[in-house]
């Protein structure tokens, strides 16, 4: 039987502080689908084929930590056409702390940072989200 991986045990290497995230989400891949239309078929249905590939942008959640401005200063790295692009490696660990399942983005950018609301009537940790974009992830088992 197979054996199932838990989701809530993992680490990521962003470049940036080696500090823990509490989510990462919006790891996925899609392909557009291409019909070739060809009159010699009798029912005129299309042929389907693959065509570009799409990677989804992925979104970091991380407490804020004192004194750690790192997700902002990477945003700041953008200008008009040119930005500090990262290869980012997120990996599921198992019990041993070991890498079983391994994510790797590859040159990828900050779109997007948000900053969670302040509440004084409330008494949470305030979170950090950074966006990012990326031009490939691949997924292997380490």
Not at 38 to 67: A, M, Q, Y
Not at 106 to 131: G, K, M, T, Y
Request: charged share 25%; hydrophobic share 40%; glycine share 8%.
């Amino acid at each position: 039987m197979s054996e199932f991986l838990q989701g809530h045990h993992f680490q990521v290497q962003w470049g940036g502080a080696r500090i823990g995230f509490q989510e990462i989400s919006g790891l996925r891949v899609r392909v557009d689908v291409v019909e070739v239309h060809d009159g010699s078929f009798v029912d005129e249905s299309p042929i389907k084929l693959p065509g570009r590939k799409h990677f989804g942008n992925i979104t970091l959640r991380r407490g804020i930590v004192k004194r750690d401005n790192e997700f902002f200063n990477w945003w700041n790295t953008i200008q008009f056409g040119e930005v500090e692009r990262r290869d980012i490696v997120i990996s599921l660990l198992n019990e041993e702390h070991i890498p079983t399942l391994v994510w790797k983005i590859r040159n990828a950018f900050p779109v997007e940072i948000v900053w969670s609301d302040l509440r004084a009537s409330q008494s949470q940790i305030a979170i950090e989200s950074l966006e990012i974009a990326c031009e490939g992830i691949t997924v292997s088992n380490e």
